[in-house]
């Protein structure tokens, strides 16, 4: 039976030694939490690290350990100090974590632990190839594995990889300053799909993917030579029944523990008083520094609230062994105990602050205790915790209020939304939600639930599982029309056998690769020798046809005697004989549209206009991609409203964007080419949007063929011009 493979740097249990026995914890932290429940209900495995090194493991432990990994479902992937100390407190922790959450200032370019990450991320592939059976699904999670989805895809091509970033993907301007930006987007690369919390992480990702990699990238698809990588955003989601169900539990069983009681005791000596509450790990992205500071501002600026509110502020530990971690919980730490020593009364307490981690049972009394959710991060790429705090208050009162840097402020508008910098806003939201009717935190509460019900964790994971196994089809059915060596070798034998044969040949893009300046895509000599010998094989035409002037096509092949069609069919130049339009047509309509492209060139850097004699091309190849895309866009519409009245048509090129009579085309060129004759064996190839034409149009027993992976209408195709030569020398090879 096949099964879903989780991956992630953290298991869901911790493990530790203590009187010389092993013992089991449920890890901290919104990837464990979150996935645990989507784990439990799958036959799959997790593979990840136990919080254990080699060397803190005695050999007659390692059983006990492997055995309580196992127990959960668990494989335990075995790192030493050096592997945790470079590749988790070094690179995922002092790199990765500050540069995706712009913390810049924090980042550090080490290429020791750059290595780290590299060798580490080849010690989980070795684990996960090792695991693998048939049919199985892969889900990798996390900024700490970004290169393992290409080392298990280069190894395992048949299998499906999902991969899922749990953190913001930063914009191209950050992270473009990492040393080491093409190795992780190639690793991310590897997957199939590739999830983000929101659209904004999403289309940063794909930003960068098209500007550092320069590959094709659609709305949310990415184009490589042999496969098509889906990037999408999914929303993070809890599992809202097991903290609604805690907190109903938890109602009818008030009292029981010495928290819940502690809580208690306050609320009943001041009715009126109200509970702020605040969970993070202790992380800088969480911004409690920020949020101490602005909760001493609202005592300041509404003092009338002292001795009525409390902020209790749960910080769990994390990654201690990082210095700006240990700076933190030092100012943390200052910043308590200087706001409590200033507003502190003999009956009031103005913060009760936690350093540790609660047992589910402690945070439940939190969340149902406390009136108010305070939570400021900096960045946080979703924020789970805000999710529970809702889910958790069965009377549906409660005010949540959040940073609009966190994810999961992009779904739950109904919240109180602050910009964490900023003092005055935050305080004067602590005042809204103090003083907010129970009737409006109900009718926003409702709305919430509602949501988080809906879109819970297991929604989540189901609909990106779902998406990455519709990611096989569309793979499936690109795979289905790439020319096999079979089919490669009928069509050959279909040539042989033909007693006239013609071949359509596309020039840029299928005979030569792109270049930046297309005045430098002239023929090389393989390329002219072997156009040549095919043609001059007994009842053989080629045909180079092509959107370029006539002037450039003539002179480049002037030595072989080969039709050429140039302006997509405006002009054609029989072998021997003279060039001539095919048509008459206009041109007038030039001199308006010139200008047009003029003022396109002018704002967007690197852009030229190529004039022909019957068209107008604006190429934008050395553009910025992204401004590119955008300006051809907008140029696309301009254009389309002023060519409607006038027989013009505007071709969306491989980047770029040409104007001309609508009647002209490809596909009319090749039709009006065959049908003086009965040729026995046609052929096309080409790799762009106006090739589609001739594919379209010629007889369905033709041989189309499209160069590189997009949708088309040729009926095979192949991955790029290098396998266009591999083609040409095979017709060459035949007599
Ligand atoms: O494993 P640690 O180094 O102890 O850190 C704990 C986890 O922190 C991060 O959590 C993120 O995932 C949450 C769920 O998607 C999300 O809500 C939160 O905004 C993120 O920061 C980290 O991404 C995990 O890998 C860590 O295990
Ligand atoms: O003592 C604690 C405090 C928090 N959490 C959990 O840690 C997760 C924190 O996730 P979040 O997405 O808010 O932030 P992250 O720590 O992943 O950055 C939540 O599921 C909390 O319930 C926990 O297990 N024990």
Avoid at 2 to 16: D, M, V
Wanted: contains cysteine.
């Amino acid at each position: 039976m096949s099964k879903t493979i989780i991956i992630s740097n953290r298991l869901p249990l911790q493990l530790q030694i203590e009187n010389k026995t092993v013992h089991a914890t449920p890890s901290v932290g919104g990837l464990a939490t979150g996935m645990k429940s989507v784990h439990k209900d799958s036959n799959g495995v997790w593979i990840g690290w136990t919080g254990l090194t080699e060397e803190e493991i005695p050999a007659n432990l390692l059983d006990d350990v492997i055995e309580a990994t196992i127990k959960e479902q668990c494989i335990p992937v075995s790192l030493t100090k050096e592997d945790i100390d470079g590749f988790y407190y070094g690179f995922s922790n002092r790199t990765i974590w500050p540069l995706f959450h712009y913390f810049m200032e924090f980042t550090e370019f080490e290429k020791e632990s750059w290595q780290s990450y590299v060798t580490v991320n080849e010690k989980y592939a070795e684990v996960v190839l090792d695991n693998i059976e048939e049919g199985d699904t892969v889900w990798v999670h996390d900024y700490q594995l970004m290169l393992l989805p290409a080392l298990i895809k280069k190894k395992r091509p048949d299998v499906q990889i999902g991969f899922f970033l749990h953190i913001p993907f930063p914009s191209y301007e950050v992270f473009r300053t990492l040393p080491w930006r093409e190795e992780i987007l190639k690793g991310l690369l590897g997957s199939d799909l590739i999830g983000f919390h929101t659209y904004d992480y999403q289309r940063h990702f794909l930003s960068s993917v098209s500007r550092i990699l320069r590959h094709e990238v659609g709305f949310n698809e990415i184009t490589l030579k042999d496969r098509i990588v889906t990037a999408n955003s999914y929303p993070m989601g809890i599992d809202y029944n097991k903290f609604s169900k805690a907190a109903a539990k938890h109602d009818a069983t008030k009292n029981q523990s010495e928290l819940q009681r502690r809580l208690d005791i306050h609320i009943d000596t001041t009715p009126d008083a109200k509970m702020i509450l605040s969970i993070d790990r202790l992380d800088y992205s969480k911004g409690i520094a920020n949020r101490l500071r602005a909760y001493e501002y609202f005592l300041e600026k509404y003092p009338e609230f002292k001795e009525k509110v409390r902020l209790v502020m749960l910080a769990v530990p994390s990654r201690s062994n990082v210095p700006q971690y240990q700076l933190l919980k030092k100012e943390i730490d200052e910043l308590v105990g200087r706001i409590n020593g200033k507003f502190s009364s003999v009956s009031w307490t103005p913060i009760w602050y936690f350093y540790r981690s609660m047992p589910f049972e402690n945070l439940i009394d939190l969340y149902t205790t406390c009136d108010i959710a305070l939570l400021t991060p900096i960045r946080d790429g979703m924020n789970l915790v805000a999710k529970e705090y809702i889910a958790t208050r069965t009377d549906e009162t409660g005010v949540l209020i959040l940073s609009e840097m966190a994810g999961a402020a992009q779904e739950m508008s109904e919240a109180l939304i602050i910009n964490p910098n900023n003092f005055e806003e935050i305080a004067d939201t602590l005042k809204q939600a103090i003083e907010m009717p129970k009737a409006e935190q109900i009718k926003r509460n409702k709305f919430l639930q509602k949501r988080l019900r809906r879109y819970n964790v297991e929604k989540w994971a189901d609909d990106f599982m779902t998406a990455l196994q519709d990611t096989k089809h569309k793979s499936d059915i690109v795979k289905a029309i790439q020319i096999t060596e079979k089919q490669e070798s009928e069509m050959l034998e279909a040539y042989k056998n033909s007693e006239k044969r013609i071949l359509f040949l596309d020039y840029d893009g299928t005979l030569r690769a792109f270049v930046n300046n297309p005045e430098d895509a002239s023929p090389d000599e393989e390329l002219l020798e072997l156009v040549n010998t095919i043609q001059k094989q007994e009842n053989t035409e080629v045909v180079i046809i092509s959107g370029r002037d006539r002037h450039t096509l003539g002179t480049w092949w002037q030595q072989i005697p080969i039709t050429l069609i140039a302006e997509h069919g405006v002009w054609k130049r029989p072998i021997g004989g003279e060039w001539a339009v095919t048509e008459n047509l206009k041109n007038d309509w030039m001199d308006t549209v010139r200008p047009i492209l003029e003022k396109f060139v002018d704002r967007t850097a690197g852009t030229f206009i190529e004039e022909k004699n019957y068209s107008l091309a604006w190429h934008y190849r050395n553009a910025d991609p992204d401004l590119g895309e955008i300006r051809a866009g907008e140029l696309s519409s301009v254009l389309k409203e002023l060519s409607a009245n006038n027989d013009l048509g505007v071709l969306d090129g491989n980047k770029v964007l040409e104007i001309k009579n609508s009647t002209i085309h490809k596909g009319k060129a090749v039709t009006k080419h065959i049908f003086e004759k009965d040729y026995t064996f046609q052929f096309a190839i080409g790799d762009d949007w106006t090739d589609e034409y001739m594919f379209q149009d010629l007889p369905d027993e033709a041989y189309t063929i499209k160069v590189g992976l997009q949708k088309t209408a040729a009926k095979f195709y192949v991955d790029d011009t290098e396998r266009v030569r591999d083609l040409l020398k095979k017709f060459a090879a035949q007599d």
